[in-house]
């Protein structure tokens, strides 16, 4: 199984910037898929994007679109979520997600494997 460390989390002001990473290890040799979600508190895990590790497919959720931009660095077994124009709505812990099937899918239960989450908090 592939074993996903995310970093980079942390408080900054409405408007700015923040730059996430998940850092993947074990058999990554059977991901396809790296996603992002996120967690508010009281609130389900929402999809955020996902890209896959060969073809360079890429999908938004519609609240990031435009805001939020997911890479990788295969070389690094890693991918980023460079987010930008914060809102306090983006407040939650924001998690990867590995599937290791093809195609980019926006459930929960699509992914196999899940890092511990990292803490993004914007104020207004």
């Known amino acids: 199984q592939v074993q996903l460390v995310e970093s980079g989390g942390g408080l900054v002001q409405a408007g700015g910037s923040l730059r996430l990473s998940c850092a993947a290890s074990?058999?990554?040799?059977?991901?396809?898929?790296l996603a992002w979600f996120r967690q508010a508190p009281g609130k389900e895990r929402d999809f955020v994007a996902a890209?896959?590790?060969?073809?360079?497919?890429?999908y938004y959720a519609e609240s990031v679109k435009g805001r939020f931009t997911i890479s990788r660095d295969n070389a690094k077994n890693t991918v980023y979520l460079q987010m930008n124009s914060l809102k306090p709505e983006d407040t939650a812990v924001y998690y990867c997600?590995?599937?290791?099937?093809?195609?980019?899918?926006?459930?929960?239960?699509?992914?196999?494997?899940w890092g511990q989450g990292t803490q993004v908090t914007v104020s207004s």
């Open positions: 997600a590995d599937r290791s099937d093809y195609g980019i899918r926006i459930g929960e239960g699509d992914y196999d494997a």
């Open positions: 890209i896959t590790w060969s073809g360079g497919s890429i």
């Open positions: 074990g058999r990554t040799f059977s991901s396809y898929v």
